[in-house]
T-cell receptor, first 115, second 111 residues
C-alpha cells in the first residue's frame, strides 16, 4: 500500500499567490517524521521543511509552512507569495521511527508558477 | 561542514555492460547511506540503504547491488545493465533522526 500519497500530479499558481500542496501518509508507528523536498529541473533535491509527529506546532521555514493534521494523517505544504523560482517538483516524504532509516517518498507534485 | 559527492553526473552505457556509481560523504561519521532511483517525471524509489560498513538492505530485487567498503563510501553496481535500469540515480545520507542530504545525481542512459 502507498505510504505517501500526493494526489495532485500538477498544480498552477499565479505569481505572488499562496498555494497548498497536498500530502497524506499512512503509518502505525507513533513516532515519525515528515519532510518536504523541492526538485528543480537541475535534479538536485532541496530540503524545505520538517515536521515531527510529536511536534505541537506546525513547522514554518520562511515562505514555507506545513499544515500538519495528525488525526487526518495529512501534512500539506503551504507556499506563500509564490515566486517564479518556485516552479519545480515537490516531494513529500516520511521517516518512520524516531531514528528510522527508511525514508519513503510520494510521487510528487509539479508546481508551475505563472507570471 | 558535511558534503556529499556523487559521480559521474551523466553516463551512457550499452545494454549488458557493467555499472559502478560511487558516492562519498565528508564531514560526518557513521552516516546512514542511501541509493534512490527516479524514473523521468516520477517519484523516488529506494534501492538500497546502509547503516554501517558491510551492512546493506535491499528494497527492490533487481540486477543492481550495493556495497559499502568504507564508512563514508557507497557504491552502486551492476554486472549487466538492462534498458530498464535507465534513470536518475541519487545518493543520500542522513544522521540519526535527521533529514536526508542528497548528492547531485547521476543521469544514466542505457542504450
Amino acid at each position: 500500500a502507498q505510504k505517501i500519497t500526493q494526489t495532485q500530479p500538477g498544480m498552477f499558481v499565479q505569481e505572488k499567490e499562496a498555494v497548498t500542496l497536498d500530502c497524506t501518509y499512512d503509518t502505525s508507528d507513533p513516532s515519525y517524521g515528515l519532510f518536504w523536498y523541492k526538485q528543480p529541473s537541475s535534479g538536485e533535491m532541496i530540503f524545505l521543511i520538517y515536521q515531527g509527529s510529536y511536534d505541537q506546532q506546525n513547522a514554518t521555514e520562511g515562505r514555507y509552512s506545513l499544515n500538519f493534521q495528525k488525526a487526518r494523517k495529512s501534512a500539506n505544504l503551504v507556499i506563500s507569495a509564490s515566486q517564479l523560482g518556485d516552479s519545480a517538483m515537490y516531494f513529500c516524504a516520511m521517516r518512520e521511527g524516531h531514528y528510522g532509516q527508511n525514508f519513503v517518498f510520494g510521487p510528487g507534485t509539479r508546481l508551475s508558477v505563472l507570471p | 561542514s558535511q558534503t556529499i559527492h556523487q559521480w559521474p553526473a551523466t553516463l551512457v552505457q550499452p545494454v549488458g555492460s557493467p555499472l559502478s556509481l560511487e558516492c562519498t560523504v565528508e564531514g560526518t561519521s557513521n552516516p546512514n547511506l542511501y541509493w534512490y532511483r527516479q524514473a523521468a517525471g516520477r517519484g523516488l524509489q529506494l534501492l538500497f540503504y546502509s547503516v554501517g560498513i558491510g551492512q546493506i538492505s535491499s528494497e527492490v530485487p533487481q540486477n543492481l547491488s550495493a556495497s559499502r567498503p568504507q564508512d563514508r563510501q557507497f557504491i552502486l553496481s551492476s554486472k549487466k545493465l538492462l534498458l530498464s535500469d535507465s534513470g536518475f540515480y541519487l545518493c543520500a545520507w542522513s544522521g540519526q533522526g535527521e533529514k536526508l542530504f542528497f548528492g547531485s545525481g547521476t543521469q544514466l542512459s542505457v542504450l
